[in-house]
């Protein structure tokens, strides 16, 4: 079965600062796909960046970026100048068919 | 353009009685999956739909549970004889073709059910 870890139940960053987000996973499957989403207080959930497995080059967006190693099963999430805005609960999932794993989640907090 | 739309956000039911939550998809998406997420947890997959079927319901609970795409109106969730172990945030996602990582799946709001 396919599972999805968060060991970084919080985590905390000074605005303008870089901070790294872990998620490791397994899975059986050769080909799939690797999302964050992040979940601010209004409780909905967006899509931050989205990796396809067969893809070596890491996935970016904006300030967002991946670090994303296939061997090591290792899938984190790297925010850059960080915001306020940024402050929000952060899943990382692993498609398994067609539906979604998701990890526990990382708080992220910002401090100004 | 207007997103997944869930409905109602916060329902509140005693204990025995039912709950209907209501998921309009993305105008044009055909696909609807339905996930539950219990306090301080992950979303965990219940149920994959598409119009008038349903083709995943692996995660859904084997009693009380039920899952509709109607070929008109919105998908519903349904519970019967809710119990407090019910009370979490239910998401609707939707796709415009099968998901699997390949089509991004929009969620939205989420509804919190609380059970008293």
């Known amino acids: 079965a396919q599972t999805v870890t968060q060991s970084q139940p919080e985590m905390s960053v000074q605005e303008a600062e870089t901070v790294t987000l872990s998620c490791t996973y397994d899975?059986?499957?050769?080909?799939?796909?690797l999302f964050w989403y992040k979940q601010p207080p209004s409780r909905q959930m967006i899509l931050v960046i989205r990796q396809e497995a067969y893809k070596q080059q890491n996935a970016t967006e904006n300030r967002f970026s991946v670090n994303f190693q296939k061997a090591a099963k290792s899938f984190s999430l790297k925010i850059s100048d960080s915001q306020l805005g940024d402050a929000a609960m952060y899943f990382c999932?692993?498609?398994?068919?067609?539906?979604?794993?998701f990890g526990a989640g990382t708080i992220l907090r910002v401090k100004s | 353009n207007a997103g997944v739309m869930q409905n109602p956000r916060h329902l509140v039911r005693r204990r025995g009685q039912e709950a209907r939550l209501r998921c309009s998809p993305v105008k044009g998406h055909s696909h609807v999956y339905w996930y539950r997420q219990l306090p301080e947890e992950g979303l965990k997959f219940m149920v994959y739909l598409q119009k008038e079927n349903i083709i995943d319901e692996s995660g859904m609970p084997k009693e009380r549970f039920s899952a509709e795409f109607p070929k008109e109106g919105p998908s519903i969730l349904r519970i019967q004889q809710v119990v407090r172990g019910d009370s979490a945030a239910y998401f609707c996602?939707?796709?415009?073709?099968?998901?699997?990582?390949?089509?991004?799946?929009?969620f939205g709001a989420g509804t919190r059910l609380s059970v008293l």
């Open positions: 996602a939707s796709s415009p073709l099968q998901g699997g990582g390949k089509n991004i799946q929009y």
């Open positions: 899975t059986s499957e050769s080909d799939y796909y």
């Open positions: 999932a692993l498609s398994q068919g067609n539906k979604l794993v």
